[in-house]
């Protein structure tokens, strides 16, 4: 069965602490694995999407990243207003649905 | 903003009730997706709608409809509402490929009393 799989949880770092978020997926026929940003009772927010292992995109201090089985979001001395839940999610092979993971809760502390 | 609107941004009503929640997808957009994210829970795919044809269904309940009408809102309809239904509702308008990346509206809280 297709899935998508986040770790950790939830992530508590300091102002300044670089750290990775992971994304596996188990979908076959990958067509392109998306990052969003949701702040607490807002809708998520579109950052990026990879379609090809090895390809990499930035966005200020986040870099995703894609292999074959599970992209990393890398945050390079994130600040408070990094704060949020980080999400991924991937197209079934018709493309009609999308899989997203539960998340990353990351708490960046000053 | 991601030019997709919802409305209304919170609707309080009672169990049995019926409420319907409003979407209008960005400019172009032919796709509507609808999810339900109940409290410290994942986002859930409900429906899909694709220039006003049903186009995939998720986890939706029969108590639950929804339409995407000729200008491309869609309406979600849910009925006979339960404490269980309340959530964040959000509609997701997409491009035309099949996994264009899918721009949120900012929800409809729903609290069912």
Redesign the interface.
């Given at each position: 069965e297709d899935q998508v799989t986040q770790s950790p949880e939830a992530l508590r770092l300091q102002e300044g602490e670089s750290s990775s978020l992971n994304c596996s997926y188990t979908v076959s026929g990958l067509r392109g694995l998306f990052w969003y940003r949701q702040d607490p009772g807002k809708g998520p927010e579109f950052l990026f999407t990879l379609y090809s292992a090895g390809e990499e995109k930035e966005k200020e201090r986040l870099k995703a990243t894609l292999t074959k089985k599970e992209s990393f979001l890398h945050i390079t001395a994130p600040k408070p207003e990094d704060s949020a839940t980080y999400l991924c999610a991937v197209p079934t092979n018709t493309g009609n649905q999308f899989y997203f993971g539960t998340g990353t809760s990351l708490t960046v502390i000053p | 903003d991601?030019g997709?609107t919802q409305t209304p941004k919170h609707l309080i009503t009672a169990t049995g009730q019926r409420v319907t929640l409003r979407c209008s997808p960005r400019s172009g957009d032919l796709s509507v997706?609808w999810y339900q994210q109940s409290l410290d829970?994942?986002?859930q795919?409900l429906i899909?709608y694709y220039n006003g044809e049903e186009?995939?269904k998720?986890n939706i309940l029969e108590r639950f409809s929804a339409q995407q009408f000729p200008d491309l809102h869609s309406e979600l309809n849910l009925s006979s509402l339960e404490l269980g239904d309340s959530a964040?509702y959000?509609c997701?308008s997409a491009g035309p490929?099949?996994?264009s990346?899918?721009?949120?509206?900012?929800?409809t809280?729903l609290t069912v009393t």
């Open positions: - | 991601s997709v997706y829970q994942g986002l795919f899909q186009r995939a998720g964040l959000f997701a490929t099949a996994s990346e899918q721009y949120f509206g900012p929800g809280r």
